[in-house]
């Protein structure tokens, strides 16, 4: 393959390296802009990451410069302005490697020579051109101070990795020169650049050094002693020693791994998704640092259940959160399955790293070592994987607590881990820790707080006197995404429905325990029978009683399915949508807006809207309808449009709603929705007498009862009804002022049975004991109904139970 290169000479052997030369690696998609910046970049051109990213490339980089043809250095010894430029290469209009030097001003250093190599990519990925760079000022020097300023020529090229000892481990080390890129995408280009020509230094033609893969590009290092005739005076040979530069390998090896551990810290912790963090730590680390990294944590904070009790041992439970490798895919996925629980057996180095909570080094698996540690494990063999490996564990803690552990490995070949190795996965992992701990703490928080608002959304009947209700609850997509809307529906007498929907101002743990407050007061309230407005009235009174930053907007609605109408009153909430049966039109219902709960000397007026059997009525929050940037009158708009859709269902109408106003499950607010069928109770359902005040008039109403529970064909209920209309009836006769009992039959899903008297006393439940002549009716009631109870009004008390009736009530049509 030609490379435009001169024709290549077998490698001349180095002396020691003396010291390091960062490079820059850069990579280019095909619309010219910069997709991953490393560090080298940013010590050379003096460009933050987070500003190269997505930059044009040909704003950042030296575009001027390239090798002559025939590769001799221009007039000023620098390689620049000959050839093909960088931006050539940038365009797509150079098709195969180019190389190369230019110059570059830095506004922090001044102008500055560059050696370039440029690489065209191909395949599926998005990248499109590497380049590497490096600083040839810090060679010139380096070789100045060995006494050959002006005897040598710097200039980069191409040679095939196979002409230099040890190509194999240079090619496989190669992918860690390309940080911040998954295992896939640096195979990927790697093979390129294997292909296309192996990066190197030449130096005046005599020497060919490749760029090193482990830490960048070798400085240049002082050739040996050469004679010098003039060094005595009678003209005869003696050697001089050229000047040696003192060896600084240490120095930039604990740079590049200060430089490793801060690229590593930006990548985490981007999320505090707990999952995800555990992904970024552990491809973070391949193939830099590691050709293998699986990390494992304890399955309890995985669930987000607090903080571990105490160290682990034999029984805790790991789950194995994810692995990276550098091995062909899937190579690993039986012997060590990502998302596996597993206990650590004792005596393996895997345990002594969780128990310990320190590093654990094997700088060399043997086979013997192997076939122990695979031994303990029951039907897993781990030799192919760990043999003649080098491992490293490091624990992954928080507050001196192991939350996890990360198992590293280094494949034959590579230089295995030693002791600088191990603190700097110590120091990986603690980086690490804090951010697990973080997400941890984050994802029990949310935990508990969705436990808690679970807690307070009531469980509501999805059919109850005369009408169907379907529900449904979001939670907010922002963080602390917890809230306070709300909504509820309750029970009350002559076979009405309250509901209610409410939405508390703010978000977190205060707004849901703001929201559990208000609406057991709702509940409290409308149980006893309050109008609408009232009861709004009473709930901004305690809002303000229980603190200033109670605030919240309410719904209140009561439905008489008897009479078929609706009265709802309005605490600064959005207008809840009736549509029609009789033609599928929504409307939004004009009521009286009234102020916000908690903001006190306001009015709130109760409207009366008369409905039909079939129309529905939704009721929900704001956050369904408000977009952040638009009108709101956009997303009435869009809900009236959506509830008059035709479904089959209630549960169908509710999921239309939230697809056609939540579309990609973007809302950041939470949403309540309540949908109810108002179906209404038909007149031949309803029965209804008046009573005198006398004892007469008990047998009276069982009569009654039982004729007109023959009439409606429910024989089965007509004992039970008949004794706990009588005890009912009793009581109400013995307690009653002046006015006459009412009472009233309703049959719907069930049997509802209503007893009313002018006594304003609620009844009670007596414990009568077996001596007692009175106080046995509603014990008699309560075993009996299904259901049963009392509110009282300004001009009585009304005592009601509910009796299961055996018989399938009649099928109801579906709405529109």
Known sequence: MDLGVPPQRAPQPRDATAGRVQLAVVVVDAAGLVSHWSTGARRLFGVAREDAIGCPAGE?????????????????????????PLDSSLSGSVAYPA????????????????????????????????????????????????????????????????????????????PEILPNMSVHQATRIVSQVLELGYPILEFSHRDRVPVTPDWGVPRRTPRPPAEDPEATGDGSSAPRAVPRPELDLEYGAVRERLEFLNEVSGRIGTSLDLERTIREVTSAAVPRFTDFAGTHLRAAVLAGEGFPDGPPDVTTVWHR???????????????????????????????QCMV??????????????????????????????????????????????????????????????????????????????????????YTYQENVADTLQDSMLPQVEPRMAGCDIATRYLPGARLGRIGGDWFDSAKLPGSRTALVVGDVMGHGLNSAAMMGQLRTAVLTMATMEMPPAQLLRNLDDLAQRLGEQYLATCLYAVYDPIHSELQIANAGHIPPVLVRAEDGRAELLDLPTGAPIGVGGVAFETATVQVRPGDRLVLCTDGLVEVRGQDIGAGLAALCASAAHPAASMDDACDTIIRALNP???????????MARLNGIPDGDVAEWQLALDPREVARARRLVRGKLLDWELPEAVESAELMVSELVTNAVKHGRTHH???????????????SDDEPAPAALLNASA???????????????????????ARGKTVWFEQALTRIPRPRSNIR
Request: charged share 25%; net charge negative; proline share 7%.
């Open 741 to 755: 009992i009412g009472l009233r039959l309703v049959r719907t899903g069930a049997l509802l049975c209503e007893v």
């Open 60 to 84: 950042l980089l030296p575009v001027s410069g390239a090798l002559r043809q025939d590769g001799e250095p221009g007039p000023d010894g620098t390689h620049a302005g000959f050839g093909h």
């Open 356 to 441: 310990t909570g320190e590093p654990v080094l094997i700088p060399y698996v043997s086979e013997e070592m192997s076939n122990r540690i695979s031994g303990e494990f029951e039907k897993r063999d781990l030799r192919p994987l760990i043999t003649h490996r080098s491992l490293l564990i490091v624990p992954l803690k928080a507050r001196d607590v192991v939350l996890g552990f990360m198992v590293l490995m280094r494949r034959p070949g590579r230089e295995p881990f030693d002791d600088m190795d191990r603190t700097t996965g110590a120091e990986l992992a603690a980086r690490a820790g804090l951010v697990l701990d973080n997400a941890r703490m």
């Open 321 to 351: 959160v994810w692995v990276e490798h550098n091995d062909e895919p899937g190579r690993w996925d039986d012997t060590v399955p990502v998302g596996e629980s597993i206990a650590f057996p004792e005596h393996t180095p895997f345990f």
């Open 771 to 793: 001596h007692d002549e009175f106080g046995r009716g509603l014990l008699v009631v309560s075993g009996l109904a299904r259901e049963w109870g009392t509110s009282t009004t």
């Open 99 to 174: 190389a190369g030097r230019a110059r570059v001003d830095e506004p922090r250093r001044g102008r500055i020579d560059v050696l370039w190599w440029a690489y065209p990519l191909v395949g599926p990925g998005p990248e499109r051109l590497l380049v590497l760079a490096a600083d040839a000022g810090q060679l010139r020097d380096d070789a100045e101070a060995n006494g050959s300023r002006d005897s040598e020529t710097i200039a980069p090229g191409f040679a095939l990795h196979t002409d230099f000892p040890g190509y194999q481990d240079l090619a496989g080390r190669l």
């Open 664 to 674: 990609k499950g973007g809302r950041k607010d939470d949403v309540a929705l309540l």
